[in-house]
């Protein structure tokens, strides 16, 4: 769905290591590919990693609604306000009640 070609690395040292399980078909398949794109197998499995880590990312920082519920919500909120009975009156009564934290 994304298409993502760079990887956003983490500056500094490496000190986290994780181990990985796989079949030997699918170590022979990174094996290939990583000397395919002259990586070493770690480096290429790091960054496919990330890749896959920032098309998350992006999915999650998305919001996606079908066409119809889209438009309803555009078409509320370009609405002109409207006033709620009570609401001014309940946010004058307790102004000053609610502080942000310093």
């Known amino acids: 769905m994304f298409a993502l070609e760079t990887v956003i690395p983490t500056p ?3 000190e986290a290591r994780k181990e990985v ?3 030997r078909a699918d170590e022979a398949r990174i094996r290939a590919a990583a000397a395919a794109t ?3 197998e770690a480096d ?3 960054q496919a990693a990330l890749l896959r880590a920032q098309e998350v990312e992006q ?3 998305m919001s996606i609604l079908p066409v119809e519920a889209f438009d309803a919500f555009k ?3 370009e609405a002109p306000g409207r006033t709620v009975p009570g609401l001014a009156q309940a946010a004058k009564v307790t102004k000053g ?3 942000d934290a310093d």
């Open 12 to 14: 500094g040292k490496m």
């Open 21 to 23: 399980r796989m079949h």
């Open 38 to 40: 002259g990586l070493q």
């Open 44 to 46: 290429f499995i790091r």
């Open 59 to 61: 999915r999650l920082a």
């Open 75 to 77: 078409t509320a909120v």
């Open 97 to 99: 009640l609610l502080r």
